[in-house]
């Protein structure tokens, strides 16, 4: 079984800064696919980025990127120029296989990064 | 596009109780998931539907907990009777064929 795990509770930065969360899983797979989900205050969860496991390249959504490290199996995100709209739970999650149609995802417990003005 | 819509946000019972979720996807969307998310944890998959068929139901604890989603489209999820440990956040979200999955914001479940 596949397991994800996101080792910082909590963080918090200054407005404009830059910050990284971390995030390490465990899989005997070679294909799968892994994200970061947000999930602002009684809101809904969205995807804030996504990385497929056989390409090389980092992926980046604007203000966004990811440093993922298949040999070590860590796949961490970074926020650059943070906003207090980027407060927020962030989740790191991953799905295994090529299989779309079944698009399970297994959860980190999260980190909870708070935006300070 | 209308989003993943649930029902109702919030809910507070008394433990023995019965509740019920209601789910509806994204148009279009064959695969529709039921999480749970406890207060400091992740979310955690209870049952997934494929159409009206289902999919994995490996975790959901099927001597209090039923799930339904007859049409292919929407869906309900029921417990009973509830327990104290069932107090958490039910998720409900839908996929195409895309690798992404849209939540809806979820029902918040209060057992006493």
């Known amino acids: ?117 | 596009e209308a989003g993943v819509a649930q029902s109702p946000r919030y809910k507070i019972i008394e433990k023995r109780q019965s509740v019920a979720f209601w789910c509806n996807p994204i148009s279009g969307h064959a695969t529709l998931y039921w999480y749970q998310q406890i207060l400091g944890q992740g979310p955690k998959l209870l049952i997934q539907f494929q159409n009206n068929g289902v999919v994995d139901d490996s975790q959901l604890p099927k001597d209090r907990f039923s799930a339904e989603r007859l049409k292919g489209v929407d869906s309900t999820l029921k417990i009973q009777p509830a327990k104290l440990e069932d107090s958490a956040v039910y998720l409900c979200a839908s996929s195409e064929h895309t690798g992404e999955l849209f939540f809806g914001e979820g029902s918040r479940l209060t057992v006493l």
């Open chain 1, 1 to 117: 079984a596949q397991t994800v795990t996101q080792s910082q509770p909590e963080m918090s930065v200054q407005e404009a800064e830059t910050v990284t969360l971390s995030c390490t899983y465990d899989t005997s797979e070679s294909n799968y696919y892994l994200f970061w989900y947000k999930q602002p205050p009684s809101r809904q969860m969205i995807l804030v980025i996504r990385q497929e496991a056989y390409k090389q390249q980092n992926a980046t959504e604007n203000r966004f990127s990811v440093n993922f490290q298949k040999a070590a199996k860590s796949f961490s995100l970074k926020i650059s120029d943070s906003q207090l709209g980027d407060t927020a739970m962030y989740f790191c999650a991953f799905k295994g296989g090529s299989n779309f149609g079944n698009e399970k995802l297994t959860f980190g417990t999260g980190t909870r990064l708070t935006i300070i003005p």
